[in-house]
């Protein structure tokens, strides 16, 4: 962590994301400097599950 740095929980605490949202944001930040372009596809990952999460959510709010 340089001088000045946020560490990616910060924002996540700030911002009050859950874990999808929020594990995203680690591999986002961290990819130019760990694992590249791996760590972005991971990215998309948790991202696509968010999605998933989020309309099967609204797929539930029209049943009830």
């Known amino acids: 962590k340089k001088d000045g740095e946020f560490q990616p ?3 996540v605490i700030a911002w009050n994301l859950g874990y999808l949202e929020g594990t995203a944001l680690k ?8 694992n590249g372009i791996e760590d972005i596809k991971k990215a998309i990952h948790f991202l696509q599950k968010l999605v998933e999460v989020e309309e099967s959510k609204r797929g539930q709010e029209r049943v009830a």
């Open 9 to 11: 929980w910060d924002a």
């Open 27 to 34: 591999y986002i930040a961290r990819w130019r400097d760990k």
